[in-house]
């Protein structure tokens, strides 16, 4: 593994850097698409610097999404997935980073799904070059982006990979995981809390980057969409309280959602109001800037259909009051009910 691996440093980014005797200037580019057969051919030759170079070629070439189009029709996509257990580390990573450059266009993650490349790339997530780890991962995180290559993902069974892999995979990586996770999870939520989501999400809350909390969070919003998952993200309640008050907007936006999801339980009601999630979340819904706005005021309004919370809120009509000029349609009409609820009387 590189160096930053070794020793821990997490902040170093991840290098593409190839081999000093890998010249990308020889790769035979000059005839465009009439150079795929060529490729196609070299990059299956027993000669390891012939691979290389057509390879390098090839990664210039599916830049243009017509280039892509032909490689998947003449079969190039096959040859790619024998290419990525080879045993060249340099080999293992341009083919990877061509499928990076392939999923970014359309055609290229449906052709992506046709061949089965999402089983195929499982195989790298144990590979001992961090590049080559971090070009799979980004290449499931672009096709989860597509409900079909989320299907396919869930459908090999990568989930409960996913989540282990969260556990220890070097920061610029997880994040990668944590969009992948989002997307997936969407879709379905039960593999993924059989796996233990949950409590290894509820650690990735308190995680020092910012943009790990907040992909976390956004995570267990998407879980909280669904039946089996508003339950048990009720177990996070008191951590996403805290998180509120964090300091990056991304942070307190994600947080505030997966909190809505997580109060349509009435459990979950009860756990936010024994949290003290009142104050913050009237901060969140009084901000200027605040992205969590109409997930906090919905948060509330929820809470204020217990006595508890109704008697809390009930001198704080103000704030809600304000954002009956709020300029979004669905600030104003989410007050609306607000204030509705908070002054309600039973009969």
């Known amino acids: 593994r590189s160096v930053s691996r070794c020793f821990g440093m997490a902040s170093t980014r991840i290098s593409a850097q190839l081999p000093p005797d890998i010249d990308p200037t020889k790769a035979p580019i000059a005839f465009g698409r009439r150079a795929l057969p060529k490729l196609n051919e070299e990059i299956q030759s027993p000669e390891l610097l012939t691979q290389q170079r057509a390879l390098m070629a090839l990664c210039d070439l599916v830049h243009d999404p017509e280039n892509v189009y032909q490689a998947i029709q003449i079969g190039f996509v096959e040859n790619l997935k024998t290419l990525l257990l080879h045993h060249d580390s340099t080999v293992r990573q341009k083919t990877t980073e061509i499928l990076c450059i392939m999923a970014m266009h359309n055609v290229g993650r449906q052709g992506l799904i046709q061949t089965g490349v999402i089983p195929a790339l499982a195989e790298l997530m144990d590979d001992p070059v961090d590049i080559c780890r971090k070009n799979t991962h980004k290449v499931f995180e672009m096709m989860a982006k597509l409900h079909e290559g989320a299907a396919d993902i869930l459908h090999a069974g990568l989930i409960p990979l996913l989540m282990f892999k969260l556990k220890s995979e070097l920061d610029e990586i997880q994040e990668l995981i944590l969009d992948t996770l989002s997307n997936c999870l969407r879709v379905e939520a039960s593999e993924a809390l059989s796996s233990g989501a ?17 992909k976390a969070a956004q995570v267990l919003l998407e879980i909280g969409t669904h039946p089996e998952g508003k339950i048990v993200v009720g177990e996070v309640i008191p951590v996403l309280v805290s998180l509120l008050e964090d300091t990056d907007p991304e942070v307190q936006a994600s947080t505030t959602g997966a909190l809505m999801f997580a109060t349509i339980k009435p459990q979950g009601r009860f756990s936010a109001l024994g949290a003290e999630a009142i104050p913050p979340l009237l901060k969140l819904v009084a901000g200027e800037t605040s992205k969590a706005r109409l997930s906090a005021i919905k948060t509330l309004t929820m809470l204020a259909e217990l006595p508890e919370g109704r008697r809390k809120l009930l001198d704080h009509t103000d704030t809600f009051q304000q954002c009956l000029n709020d300029p979004c349609e669905a600030v104003r009409r989410a007050a609306e009910i607000a204030i509705r609820v908070i002054k309600w009387k039973p009969f």
């Open 198 to 214: 949950i409590t290894i999400l509820k650690e990735k809350l308190t995680h020092s980057s910012v943009t790990i909390r907040s």
